[in-house]
Each structure stands twice: as C-alpha cells, then as structure tokens.
C-alpha cells in the first residue's frame, strides 16, 4: 500500500454541492420571492466564487464571507432582503442536501474495506459540510473532518496541510489528495510534497502551472490507483 492516508475535498469531489446549491437558491427564491433563474445563478456564482478567491488567498476572513457575498448578491439585483437572514437560510438548507457525486458510496465503502485512513480537508462551511455528511451517510467514513473555518488556516495553505500530517501522524509521502479544485485542493498537495487526484469531471484544461500526480475523470477511476 503506497498511500496510508486519503484525504478527500468534500464538495464536487463527493458531495455534489452543484446540485445541493441550485436546490438551496430555490427554496430561498420561495422564501424571499425571488425568480431563480440562469441569470440569477450566473452572477451569484461570479459573486460568490470572487469571495471564496480572496478567502483562499487570505485577503478575506471567511465570517465576511459568508455574508459578503449575500449582500453583493443583494445590491447586484437590487433585492429588499436581509444579507444576514439569507446566509443563515442558505446554510440551514445546504447542511440538508443529499446529493453525491456517482460512485461516492462504492469508492468510499471500498477503500475503507481495503484498509486506507479516509480524512476529508475542506474549505467549506462548517454546518453544512457536518450537516450533508450525516444526510448522505458517509460520515462514518471518515476518521477526521478538517474544516478550514475550525483550524483558522485554509487550503491551499501549507500550515493548514501541516496541521492536518501532524494530527493524524503522517508524513507527506503516506498521503494522498484528491480533489476537484485546482486552486485549493492540487496547489495546497503541489505546495505540501504531497502527491494528488485530479477529479476532472468536466473534462477541462490543466493549465501548465499545476502538476496533479494523477488525473481522473470520474470517481470510480480511483480504483486503478489505490
């Protein structure tokens, strides 16, 4: 067994958040009275993805975030709704998602039988990771759930990888990253030592500045590495 330890992103590696979240916005729509639409979804993902840029590079605390992007959002449209209230909601509604990317039930049951120390790192927020883990029953998987917002470091930080080695007693070449995000997931494993999964579900372009050690296009694939 070259790799002791998998340590899994959570959202678009496992969970599907894609879907969780367009199923979020249209119970917020409900309760605000707000069309959800392509429109709508196009510039809250432009919003939202700016501020989860600049939490990553550390120019933003992520409790701004959470409501920062609401209130661009908010301002964007010019919609009469409290940016704080909407966060809570969008949170209590996404911890509630069961959605998974295919295959996530096989792979993790299969390499928890064959023995490997499953961990996830993530970046998102901690209620709703916690939340969806016990909704889609993979929770039990897991022997640690790193949380970024918990450790007050993130990806692709290399004290937040750091920090994750020395709790669970490894050293970087026992390890694997696997992840959907190349800013975060493959940057933090490239800036670590740590060998590292590209999970290219759709199929795009690896820019020359990142280095996976493997790339796949769908979960399954795992099992012609471990």
């Given at each position: 067994?070259?790799?002791?330890?998998?340590?899994?992103?959570a959202?678009?590696?496992?969970?599907?958040?894609s879907?969780?979240?367009?199923?979020t916005?249209?119970?917020?729509?409900?309760?605000?009275?707000?069309?959800?639409?392509?429109?709508?979804?196009?510039?809250?993902?432009?919003?939202?993805?700016?501020c989860?840029?600049?939490?990553?590079?550390?120019?933003?605390?992520?409790?701004?975030?959470?409501?920062?992007?609401?209130?661009?959002?908010?301002?964007?449209?010019?919609?009469?709704?409290?940016?704080?209230?909407?966060?809570?909601?969008?949170?209590?509604?996404?911890?509630?998602?069961?959605?998974?990317?295919?295959?996530?039930?096989?792979?993790?049951?299969?390499?928890?039988?064959?023995g490997?120390q499953i961990?996830?790192?993530?970046n998102?927020?901690?209620?709703?990771?916690?939340?969806?883990?016990k909704?889609?029953?993979?929770?039990?998987?897991?022997?640690?759930?790193?949380v970024?917002?918990?450790?007050?470091?993130?990806k692709?930080?290399?004290?937040?990888?750091?920090k994750?080695?020395?709790?669970?007693?490894?050293?970087?070449?026992?390890?694997?990253?696997?992840?959907?995000?190349?800013?975060?997931?493959?940057?933090?494993?490239m800036?670590?030592?740590?060998?590292?999964?590209?999970?290219?579900?759709h199929?795009?372009?690896?820019?020359?500045?990142?280095?996976?050690t493997?790339?796949?296009?769908?979960?399954?694939?795992l099992?012609?590495?471990?």
């Amino acid at each position: 067994m070259k790799y002791k330890h998998l340590l899994f992103d959570a959202d678009n590696t496992l969970l599907d958040f894609s879907k969780g979240e367009i199923d979020t916005f249209e119970e917020l729509g409900r309760i605000y009275n707000f069309e959800v639409n392509e429109k709508i979804m196009k510039e809250y993902h432009i919003i939202n993805k700016k501020c989860w840029k600049d939490y990553e590079e550390g120019r933003l605390s992520q409790d701004v975030l959470r409501v920062l992007r609401f209130e661009n959002f908010i301002k964007h449209f010019n919609l009469n709704i409290d940016s704080i209230e909407m966060e809570k909601d969008f949170t209590r509604i996404l911890s509630t998602q069961t959605h998974v990317i295919k295959d996530t039930h096989l792979i993790l049951d299969t390499l928890s039988k064959k023995g490997y120390q499953i961990q996830m790192i993530t970046n998102g927020l901690a209620e709703a990771q916690y939340g969806r883990l016990k909704a889609t029953n993979t929770e039990k998987y897991f022997l640690n759930v790193y949380v970024s917002g918990e450790m007050g470091c993130q990806k692709p930080d290399i004290e937040y990888f750091d920090k994750v080695l020395e709790d669970i007693k490894a050293d970087n070449k026992s390890c694997l990253v696997i992840g959907d995000r190349l800013e975060s997931d493959i940057k933090g494993a490239m800036n670590s030592n740590i060998d590292s999964v590209w999970l290219n579900l759709h199929n795009a372009d690896l820019p020359k500045e990142y280095k996976p050690t493997y790339v796949i296009s769908d979960l399954i694939s795992l099992l012609d590495i471990l």
